[in-house]
């Protein structure tokens, strides 16, 4: 565990660490780039200057202190970019802070930015910007200690075509028109919270936005911006949720911004802007658990950051869990236990598809050498949860254990940590159990392939309605399908329903017949929630019934979100290619390649 550098980065945390980043972006969508000066306030730890991270970057200039520093730029590694050697102009000793200044622009594929033509957007007239830095992406857009282990705030200024709006992932901070050019408006952001690079975002488009609560607003293009506003509603009794479990929400504002339908994740959780899918616009507000995951990271995640994408587990495990505790807190405890029992079987979905011998599997996994993109899956988002609900039944139960998942939080804000730094974290606040802890197999829990070495009980109450529907459509016989009635989806909720179609897809393809008859039933093309539409539209694609093939075409291809569009495109005549948890798709493809 004890480590000295991260394996995803060429810079070295303990030389020197940056401490501040001044942007200064202009953004060019003729060329598909951003004319950029930096200045990073770095403090020495060594009497030494370190590495900067660097990908795809034409460097102009590096001065330090206002005087002109050498630079060079090493051989270019295949995910890890290019590393960017400074020579200081003059000794530097531990304690002393520089400020280095480099002037670069980004190239037309950076892999952080997305750039989208008016075609691709919703309102088909302006085009669009937006950037996507976790993992280890923000080194294409910054040069920058590119490591989750180093916090530091911003501060940007960001020149854009007078149509157009900028926001970041920090608190507004004014407007002007560019003195330069009086066709360009210069927007300015404040980022005060130090936090890593990964969590640097930027979005330029025709954006409006409308107030959503006391410190929140959602920003999108017009077309979806009421329909937005409606769906997030209960932001704010959200946060105020979160807060009573884990404490004050430190970021100031907490906004959303939804965005064009080719955006390809579900959610993003930059601070101050949570980056979400259109796709979440269902009309009846029940696919916000996806806002309680991107709200959750505020703490675990944004606040307290795992070191190195070895631990990712630290950021995506105790969202889950906090996640999964607002659900508790608004929907009662059978909803957690409902949604754990979905996490585990999208666990299950990880370990099959990567095979339970791979050490991706492992909740701590090695990553020398490993591109942390190639890594991403549900594994640490499930396994990490389920590691944590074992230990919340040992401990004493939720209350319990949230007390201390807020100490935990409380003790290591602001700050970057370790799986060891956790552990012997929460063997202090046991005190009283250590004995019990001794007993966990930590060993496999952590450093096993597989699935983990024990299952939680769950509470099935939820799910049972479920697997009995299911079991009825699966068994019956033609004679048998006048039995079924609208009445019974009408008693599950949105995420019941989504559940008894996912228990389908898990089995050999119905008969044609019985699919038929479900829609005559039950008329399932006429939900617009995505999660439904998606699991029903590759349910009647899998039984081959062919009028639903232009209508499961149209959602592959009006969003992009990758969770819905891979498998929609993936023909499947047997047995279903599993659908990986969202955590899986986040990133397995580097965002200029989609």
């Keep these: 565990f004890i480590m000295s550098s991260d394996p995803c980065s060429f810079s ?9 980043l001044n942007l200064t972006l202009l953004v060019d969508f003729d060329r598909h780039v951003i004319k950029a000066k930096v200045e990073l306030t770095v403090e020495a730890l060594e009497d030494r200057f370190s590495t900067l991270d660097t990908k795809d970057l034409k460097v102009i200039s590096v001065s330090a202190n206002g005087q002109s520093a050498r630079f060079s730029l090493g ?10 050697d400074i020579t200081l102009p003059f000794e530097l000793s531990r304690g002393q802070h520089v400020i280095v200044e480099v002037t670069y622009e980004t190239s037309p594929s950076a892999s952080a930015l997305q750039w989208l033509t008016p075609e691709q957007t919703a309102g088909k007239k302006q085009p669009y910007l937006f950037s996507q830095c976790q993992a280890h992406h923000c080194r294409s857009m910054v040069p920058c200690q590119d490591s989750p282990s180093i916090k530091h705030s911003y501060y940007a200024q960001v020149s854009v075509p007078k149509d157009l709006v900028a926001v970041m992932s920090a608190v507004r901070d004014g407007q002007e028109a560019d003195p330069q050019d009086n066709n360009r408006i210069i927007y300015r952001f404040r980022q005060p919270v130090p936090m890593p690079s990964y969590l640097i975002a930027i979005v330029v488009g025709a954006l409006e936005s409308r107030e959503i609560g006391p410190r929140s607003r959602v920003w999108s293009e017009k077309e979806f911006v009421d329909k937005a506003a409606f769906e997030f509603s209960e932001t704010e ?5 979160a807060e009573g479990l884990a404490g004050p929400y430190v970021w100031g504002q907490y906004d959303i911004l ?41 703490w675990t995640g944004n606040l307290v950051s795992n070191k190195t994408w070895e631990h990712f587990w630290l ?14 807190s608004l929907e009662g405890e059978a909803f957690r236990q409902f949604k754990a029992i979905g996490g585990w079987k999208d666990l299950q979905d990880s370990v099959n598809t990567f095979g339970a011998n791979n050490p991706l599997t492992n909740l701590i996994p090695r990553l020398q050498d490993v591109n942390p993109d190639e890594a991403f899956s549900s594994v640490p988002y499930e396994k990490g949860f389920a590691l944590l609900y074992h230990l919340e039944e040992l401990m004493g139960g939720p209350e319990v254990f949230m007390g201390f998942v807020k100490s935990y939080i409380q003790m290591f804000a602001y700050s970057s940590v370790t799986s060891e730094d956790w552990k012997s974290y929460l063997f202090t606040y046991f005190k009283d159990k250590v004995d019990v802890l001794n007993k966990v197999d930590w060993n496999a829990w952590m450093f096993t392939p597989g699935m983990p070495p024990v299952k939680p009980q769950y509470d099935t109450t939820l799910a049972d309605a ?14 048998d399908l006048s039995s079924f009635q609208d009445h019974d989806v009408k008693v599950l909720s949105s995420h019941q329903l989504i559940e008894f179609l996912s228990l389908l897809l898990h089995e050999d393809p119905l008969p044609l017949t019985h699919v038929k008859k479900m829609q005559e039933v039950y008329d399932l093309n006429a939900f617009m929630n995505s999660e439904i539409r998606f699991r029903w539209l590759r349910l009647c694609v899998r039984c081959r019934w062919e009028e639903a093939v232009p209508m499961a075409l149209k959602m592959a291809t009006e969003q992009g979100r990758m969770k819905f569009t891979r498998p929609l495109f993936r023909w499947t005549p047997a047995r279903p290619a599993v659908c990986k948890q969202e955590a899986a798709n986040r990133n397995p493809v580097h965002i200029s390649q989609l």
Excluded at 315 to 328: A, F, K, Q, S
Excluded at 469 to 476: D, T, V
């Design 75 to 84: 051989p270019k590694h295949s995910f890890k970019g290019t590393p960017l």
């Design 258 to 298: 939804v965005l064009p339908p080719s955006f390809p994740y579900g959610g993003m959780e930059n601070p101050c802007l949570t980056f979400a899918t259109p796709t979440l616009l269902a009309g009846d507000k029940s696919l916000s658990n996806v806002i309680a995951h991107e709200i959750s990271h505020s």
């Design 315 to 328: 950021n995506e495990g105790h969202t889950v869990y906090l996640e999964r505790m607002i659900g508790r």
């Design 12 to 20: 070295s945390f303990t030389r020197c660490v940056t401490k501040h």
């Design 466 to 479: 479920c697997i009995a529907l299911s079991q009825r459509w699966i068994k019956a016989k033609d004679q």
């Design 237 to 241: 009794t959200m946060l105020k949720t």
